[in-house]
């Protein structure tokens, strides 16, 4: 059996490791004091006041940036909305950043066809519009009722000097957007606007996946499982909603054409596509579409602007009341009282963008209360 014996260590080396390092002297920078007594008053009135110019300071650039946000938002929403439409293209074989390719040419598509299709006629029948619109203020008095009206209360004559002091010497584009420079800052505004959201929403829909990886590094690693299905959960939704709401918009413009077609109301094509465009705004909408297809149509006779009018007053309650309910609670699977209530808030707190993110917000919200908080309440 072979015996190992211990190796001998030289004595040099042995006194190398008995050796100890010199402490080194520490410099002498006096007793520390007595903590800071936070019960003091001034103490407690500095911090209040230190914090509340920070809050302060911090809401004020949230303030001055809220157009950036803004932007941000809607493309986040975008990026969401358009994404089963990527999954969709990616389940067929295509990879993330060739699906991500057809979905944005297939949206630029859309609204190039838009802008060829529908943008021309509307600009003629708005001049048509605008240089009639006195002749059809006039046109009004040979109704006994409103001429009755007129002669007490001079309803009409006070809307044709309206009219006529709007639109003198041509100048009715010009006057609404604030003097020429107003309309180049419009104009400007709105192109930088929309090339923004394009862009974010490319970036956003392409890197999705990694913004929800790298998101979900600050949750646990215990609960990173139950959060990241949550997380699809919600950009589900969101989906499902961009899809419910262009349902409804395409039922919108088809029953626009169809309305058209039959009391020939003119360009009833471009104005199904306002019209479709106009579907995708949540509440006022259809209060747009509704003012531009019944002036359009008021170009040819008063009866029928009226016809289009009062059709469009009775779809829209046929959708407010029958189809959003159906859809968006199929969709989203929430009741369809809690989509009025979340868009009427949304629009009232943000504006637009508060209408488009309510109603998807909501559904998220109650995702969260049915997986999270709903389980522990029945525990307790």
Known sequence: MAIFKKPRVSAKFAELNRRKPAAK???????????????RPFYFGFMVTAGALVALTVLQALASASAVFILIIVSLFLAAGLNPAV??????????????????????????????VAAPPLVDQGNQLISNAPQLVKDLNNNAFINDLN????????????????????EFAITAFGGVIGVGKAVVSGLVSALT??????YFLASLPQVVQIGLKFVPASRRDRVSKLSNAIITRVGSFVGGQAIIATLAAIFILS???????????PLAMVVL???????????????????????KSPSTAIIALAGYIIYVQIENYLITPRIMRKSLAIPGLV?????????????????????PIAAAVLLILDEVVFPKTEQS
Do not use: W
């Open 25 to 39: 002297k520490r410099e002498d920078f006096g007793k520390p004091g007595l903590p800071v007594d936070t019960t």
């Open 259 to 269: 309305l058209g077609l039959i009391i020939d109301m003119p360009y009833s094509g």
């Open 277 to 299: 465009v106009c579907g995708f705004i949540p509440l006022i909408g259809h209060f747009i579409g509704m003012t531009i297809v019944t002036l359009v149509s008021l170009t």
């Open 87 to 116: 999954l969709y293209f990616q389940n067929r074989g295509l990879n993330r950043a060739g699906s991500v390719g057809v979905v944005m040419g297939l949206v630029l598509l859309f609204v190039a066809l838009f802008i060829a």
């Open 339 to 359: 989509t009025i209530i979340a868009a009427l808030l949304g629009t009232s707190l943000l504006g637009l963008v508060g209408g488009l993110l309510a109603v």
């Open 151 to 170: 002669n007490r209360f001079g309803v009409v004559d006070s809307l044709q000097n309206r009219i006529d002091s709007i639109i003198k010497d041509g």
């Open 197 to 202: 959201i394009l862009i974010l929403t490319l």
